[in-house]
């Protein structure tokens, strides 16, 4: 991306102040390391324009939340931002957040995702091209994708993907791909590190644009129960971070009114 002049769109899970939709938001009280992950122990949050507990971690809820337990899990779990930014899988029922931002980014502190269905989108991160000219616009994820099998059946592991893509809103309202990455998931974890992937198109001015992970083709299920993931095929999205990166218009003053330096 040539220009020097770049704002960043970033999922930003775990940001303090910048919560999803409708969340609750409770923090960890904790005696000692352990403790922080039994829930028995949270309290209420804070205001997000008060500081951020200085000892504590917070859970935030999903913004559309279904049934949840431990052995089922719900793939429709939504977590949904103000701006449009989404998250949505089976896994864990709460974003669990470090109150030091300097701990994101760290293994106990990703967003495992799974699906069970074709075609599920996992996450968006919209933006808006505001610069007077055709520019560059890049998607980026850093993830590690991984396949699972059913655990019964002595099944054979399938190929699985998923698809990274960049995104225009049209004037009819609908959005479409503009780029694409396939994405091939592994099927095991062991050895296997976070990487970064990237997608990137050029776009016309004043154009909304968003980055979108989904899964590609799964097979049929197994058991009717879409969210009984132990005895169907699933694929899974073990999110780091996700972020939509977008030439600035920086005025300039020396030229008439629209033109950028």
């Known amino acids: ?9 970033s999922l ?14 409770t923090a960890q009280n904790p005696q000692d390391f352990w ?22 971690w917070f859970d935030l809820s999903p913004t559309v939340a279904c049934r949840y337990d431990g052995h089922n899990g719900c793939r429709m779990q939504q977590w949904k931002w103000p701006d449009g930014r989404y998250l949505s899988g089976w896994g864990e029922s709460v974003l669990h957040c470090p109150s030091d931002p300097a701990l994101w980014g760290q293994s106990l502190f990703t967003k495992p995702l799974l699906s069970t269905i074709s075609g599920h989108v996992f996450l968006q991160v919209p933006g808006f ?10 998607g980026q994820v850093k993830m590690m994708l991984l396949s699972g099998r059913p655990y019964s059946g002595n099944l054979p592991h399938v190929a699985m993907s998923a698809t990274l ?19 091939p998931a ?17 776009v016309q001015p004043y154009t909304p644009v968003r980055v979108e992970l989904r899964a590609n083709t799964l097979p049929p299920l197994r058991v009717s129960d879409e969210n009984y993931i132990w005895e ?14 977008l030439p600035d ?11 950028c330096l």
Do not use: F
């Open 1 to 9: 991306m040539s220009s020097q002049y770049v704002q960043e769109v």
């Open 249 to 259: 218009c920086i005025p300039d003053q020396s030229r008439p009114p629209g033109y």
């Open 232 to 245: 169907n095929y699933r694929i899974s999205a073990d999110i780091v971070d996700a972020r939509l990166i």
């Open 186 to 202: 592994s099927a095991y974890s062991s050895g296997l590190d976070y990487e970064l992937y990237e997608v990137e198109s050029l």
């Open 165 to 183: 893509a960049l995104q225009s809103l049209g004037t009819d309202n609908v959005w479409r791909d503009i780029a694409t990455k396939v994405i």
């Open 129 to 138: 091209l505001s610069h007077s000219q055709p520019k560059y616009v890049r």
């Open 12 to 25: 930003n899970m775990c940001s303090w102040v910048d919560r999803p939709i409708s969340t609750t938001c």
């Open 35 to 56: 403790s922080t992950w039994i829930r028995e122990n949270a309290v209420p949050c804070e205001a997000p324009t008060a500081p951020p507990p200085s000892t504590y």
